[in-house]
């Protein structure tokens, strides 16, 4: 029987774990075994550039803060070694980091779990889908470029209607 102050820490872990998962938009969790000291390091490093908070968990106090905040469908997945992401800030940038540095890690030696995004457990389906979406960023570069294009268009149609009439594109000289 553990004693009163480890029984007390552990609680405490709970309570952490469970406000996090409460407060997150999404978490992924990884089986990180095969990942050297720089691979981890560098791929912690990665995360907190976009604010993700990665922490290797224990799966028995991950279970129980997943309980005590009605996270469920992710129980199988805790066991071995197992490392959490979450982001209280975009719900795919710990999916999109993960999933990039499973990739180049290779399965075997970084395999993510499962993943979560606003309470929601998602399928193997739903993950692979998300996964390939473009960042955020990205999208609203897309969206932006594509709000652009007409407006360019035009601005060239103009310049050469302006050229065919015999004027200049170029700005005019101040009048002295």
Not at 74 to 93: K, R
């Amino acid at each position: 029987m553990p004693s009163k102050a480890i029984l007390s820490e552990k609680q405490a872990i709970v309570e952490a774990l469970a406000e996090r998962l409460q407060n997150a938009q999404g978490g992924v969790l990884v089986d990180y075994r095969g990942v050297n000291v720089a691979q981890d390091t560098e791929l912690r490093r990665d995360l907190r550039a976009e604010n993700v908070e990665y922490t290797v968990v224990k799966n028995t106090l991950t279970k129980l803060a997943m309980e005590k905040v009605g996270l469920a469908g992710l129980e199988e997945q805790l066991n071995g070694t197992t490392s959490l992401a979450t982001s209280t800030e975009d719900p795919l940038v710990p999916l999109y980091k993960l999933t990039k540095f499973s990739d180049k890690m290779g399965a075997n030696l970084f395999n993510i779990k499962g993943v979560f995004i606003d309470g929601k457990v998602l399928s193997d389906a739903e993950i692979a889908e998300l996964s390939d979406l473009p960042s955020r960023n990205a999208l609203y570069s897309r969206v932006l470029g594509t709000m652009l294009a007409p407006i360019t268009s035009l601005a060239v149609v103009l310049g050469q209607v302006l050229e065919q009439k015999g004027g200049s594109v170029a700005p005019a000289e101040a009048a002295e």
